[in-house]
Structure formats: C-alpha cells, structure tokens
C-alpha cells in the first residue's frame, strides 16, 4: 500500500467533487429535501375532512360531534341535507368521512335505548382509513361510558362499573409523532441512496471517460485506488449524517436519544456495504446508464424490505428471510434504535456485528472483482 | 543493439476472433516503430497486451528486458501509454493532470516541478497550465496527453493512434516533438492510421487480420514491392477502375488521393494497354506516368497478395 497514490486519488477527487457545482448542491440538498417531505407528508391521518348530516339537531346530537371534532382525527367540514349530499362529498374526494346522525338519536337516549350512528369513511388508502374507523369506535365507546354514567346519576343508581381498565402508555415517542420514526429512517435511506450512486459514479465515469485505461496501465494498485476513492465518498457521507441530524434536531425537534459517537461508528459500518455495492456495480455495468438500470434493482427492493415503510414483522416469511439480506434492515433497526429509543450496544450489537459482516461480505467481494484490467 | 519491445508468440482472442495471432517481434532501443494497419487490425489489442492493460491468452512480452504477463506493474512504472482516446481529467487543469499521473508514477515532488516546467515549455503549454484541460483544442490536448505519458519519463513510450482526428497542422507538431522525444533516447512504439507519419519511422509494420505481414525500413518495404506503380489521372474513375481490372497484368487499382495507382509488373509496356481499355469505354482524357511507390502501394499490394 502506497499511502501518497491513495491520497493522490483522493484529492483528485475532492477536486473534482468540489468543482462540480451541480453535483455537490444534489449531493448536499436531495438529503435535505428528502428529510422535510417524509417528515411533513408522514403526519398523521388527522384533521380528515368530515361531511355531517345531522337529522337530530338536538344537544345530543351536537354533544356527539364535538367528541369527534376534539379527537382531531375528523374536522367538520361540510354540513349535508341528505343522503345523497354525504355521498356527493365523499366521491368527489372533498370529504375522506361521513357521520349520519338519525332523527331519533336523542329521543332513543332519553328512552335507555341505544341510537345507531353512520360513520362512513374512505378506505381507498387503507392505512389511513383503518385509523379514522378505530377511532370513531373509540369516540363511540367513550360518549356511551359519558351517558351512561349521566343516567346512572339522574336516576341515583351506582355507577356501573367497567371491567378492565387498560392503561395505555406509549414508550420512547410518548407524544406517538411519525416524524420521530420517519426522520431516522431517512437519514438511513439517504446514506443507503447517496453513498451507493456516489461510489458507483466515481468509477463508471472514469471508464466512460476512457481515463480508468490510464489508471490501469499505471503502477497503482487496485487496493489503493479504492482508498482513495472511498475517502472522500466517506467525508460527504458524514456531512449528509451531520446535517439530516442537525436537520431533525432543529427543524423537527427530533432529538438523537443515545449515543451520537456510537450512530457516527454504525455510519462507518453502513458505508463498506453501499460502497461495495456501487463498486459491485461498477464492474459489471460499462456505461453510466447500465449502471443506473442496475442499481435500481438493488435500490428500490431494499427499500421496500428495510422496514423504512412497511415493518419487517409484519411480512409473509419469504419475504422476511430476504430483508435480512438487506443491510438497509439492520442499519434501520441500529440507527431507529439509537435515535428514538436511546440504546446502545448492549442491545445493538447483534445488528451492528451481521451488517458489519453483509459489508466486508459485499465490500471484499467487489474489490476482488475490480480488476486491473479492460477487458 | 538492445531490446525494447520483445514479442514471441503473442496471442490474445476474443470469443471467435483472434485479435494478435501469434506474434513474434523485436524493436530496438532507440527506433520509432511505426505499427500500419486497417481498422480492426488488432493495433490496439496489441498495444494494451504490451503495456499489461490486457491479459495474453499464450505467448509473452519483455519491455526492456521485464516479463509484461508476470510483472506488469514494474513494466508499468517503465513505460508510458497513451490510449486511443483522449483520457485525462477534463475538470482538471493542464497542472493538475500532470501532477496527478506524476504522483501515480511515484515521481518526487522537487523533480516534478522540473520536470514538469520542462515539458510544458517545450511542448509551448506554458500559458495553459491552468487551464482545464476540456478547454483546449484538440491538437493541445494530444500535446497533454503525451506530456503526461513522459513524465516519469518513461524508455519507451507506447501511443495508439495519438494524432487520428487531429488537423495537419497539429499532426506535423505533434511529429516534430515525437523526433525530439526520441532524440533524448525513448524509445516510440506509435500505431497510426497514416502512411505520411509512417514514412517517418525508422521501420514500419504492417499488421492485419491479428498478424504482422511484413517488417522493414520505409524503403525496404517499398523495395520489396514487386513491380512498378502507373498513375492515372482521368474522368469517370468508378468506371476506369473496373475497366483497368480487367486487364490481366494488372494485379491492383486503388483510389490514391485524385488519381489511380495501378500496380503491374512493367510500367513501360502496361500505359498503351491502358489507353486502349479506356478509350474502349470511352475514356479520352486520361494521363498516364510511372512513380515511385509509396509506402502505401506497398501496403496495398502486401494486404492484396
């Protein structure tokens, strides 16, 4: 290993990074961008935009639109005048759900009865959908409890009571905001993303170029050029933690719960499976658009499988058994862990030591099958 | 006389084609060979063989006197190459490229700056060194490519078609550094695609189809030629050539510049021969003279035979 070639390298190609404007404001803003769409567009289901036809128009009946509208899960959007206003504004999409309130709601109440209420609501997006509906039946629960508890009073009998009494206490992200689980996996998404079209580009370009010739007649050697080239991809990797940490602290009030210096030791472990990755494609791919169509079949699966969207638990098994081939999986799961819950090695270490395997797997791979040659 | 470049035997294939077939060569210290040949000759095969950028399938190559198949990276810091294509770095400056393969060749930073310095006054880049090198004009960056080439000064250089695209001008400069280069004693292995810059080296190759047909000064080879070479001048060539092959001495016509160069056994007794046949197909204005042949007749009628 001759340090002063590596070096060469690698100042060429801080040189080359820096003086290309372009690449270096989507090196630095894509990352940045992509923390402030996920963490806005992943808030929650809230404020659906709600039609009421309310037959009632009693104090009841506005009792029981308040606790809808205090839940914050459904705003009072839209008033109708019948049926077929309900379903005009739910079709057209200007409404995600719909409460019909009957004639007779507050003088069934009166009577002990039970009075039926219609939420009706847009399941197109499921997710979505499923939240709206659990919690109407838990505003519906809760009002019941309300006046049967206001009976019971009137009438001087005891209170009935209610059987079990769960507590529900939400740990880590007590305040339950998506940003706080969104943001951290961007951050991995975007090293997974950046890093590997980066080492993959910096030597692509040079075969297209026709100067990785010209390197290869030369008395480098591979192990070298790879240092050098990896040396400022690892910088730029760290600017892009740094900022999205920042970004998440400042912006989203997102705070990093555990060790920094241990996330910073994990980032090093990620950059040996995204940088072999892209050199991994280097070497089969001839030009940068072959490279790209590549790549694509490694990116857009992995994510998928991470767990960055849907929770790795709750895939079919095979599909299960391929995300833990994935490396994005485990560094989810590390860099979730420290950020949001606060731990550390002792209960990260087995994620930290497989991904550190994945890397030198695919890293070692890679550099072997970079040859010093053309053909 | 040393040894520079030599070949036994050298094969390398690709898939059903033999790219260098059984190569066997000598150059000596101190010649600029000149490698001759059409498109898909297995000129540049050759040349990224010898500089270890490609792997021999049989055969071997010693660059002064080094194994290129079991010690390329020793003939590598040996020796320099200059692809066919224009491959430095165009978002660095002229500086930044020299310094940059000086560093890669294991140069010390105190004989860099001198030799660098050197090299851009002669090769008149002096005014450039800071200009990226995507900014030059085509003749510039050659000049570029070949200073980075000599840096570590290399004995020999090998370069792969360093002037095709190049304009005349640029082309003769280029020429006029390569003789002084070879004057301080590199040795120059150069492929090309013109018969002009072959006539300038001290002995030419002429290769084809992976193989080496004949080897010899510009004048050997054109001595070697058998026969003698009728030029014609004329109207209506398409309809000259077809006539004139049909006479049976004449062994080949070829397109040369604005006129016609027939190769036949005599020159003196062939031109009446040749009137005739034209006239018949109503030719009338042609003009014949017997000239020396060029390197390129010889080459013609070496690929005809």
Known sequence: MNWRRAWTIARKEYTQFFRDKRTVAATMLLPLIQVVLYGYLSSDVRYQPTVVWDLSRSAESRHLIEAFTNSQYFSMKYRAQS???????????????????????????????????????????????????????????????????????????????????????????????????????VLALVMQFTMTFLSMSTIVRERELGTLEQLVVSPIRSSELMLGKMLPLMTIGYINVTAILLMAVLWFGVPVAGSVLLLYFTVLVFFFTTLGTGILVSTVAKTYIQAIQLIQFFLMPSMLLSGFIFPVDAMPVPLQALSYLVPLTYFLVIVRGIIIKGIGVEYLWPQITLLAALGLGVFIFAVTRFQKRID | MRVALQLTGLTRRFAATTAVDRLSLDVASGEIFALVGPDGAGKTTLMRLLCGALAADEGGALVDGIDVISQAERVQSAIGYMPQRFSLYPDLSVMENLRFYGTIFGISRSDFEARARSLLVDFALADFADRLAEALSGGMKQKLALACTLIHRPSTILLDEPTAGVDPVSRREFWRLLYGINRSGTTIFVSTPYMDEAERATRVAFMTDGKIVSVGTPAELKAALHGEVVEVRCSRYRDARRALHGIPSVRSVEMFGDALHVLVDSAETSISDFRRQLQAIGIEDGAFRSVPPSLEDAFVAKLSA
């Open chain 1, 83 to 185: 049926m077929g206003g309900v379903v005009r504004r739910i079709a057209d999409g200007q409404a995600l759900a719909g409460i019909v309130i009957p004639p007779n709601y507050a003088s069934l109440l009166h009577q002990g009865k039970t009075p039926q209420v219609m939420v009706a609501v847009d399941a197109s997006d499921a997710t979505a959908a499923r939240t709206s509906l659990s919690v109407a039946q838990a505003i519906g629960a809760s009002v019941s409890v309300g006046i049967q508890r206001k009976a019971a009073i009137e009438r001087g009998i005891p209170i009935p009571k209610v059987g079990v009494d769960v507590r529900a206490r939400a740990w880590y992200n007590t305040a339950l905001r998506q940003e706080v689980f969104i943001v951290p996996g």
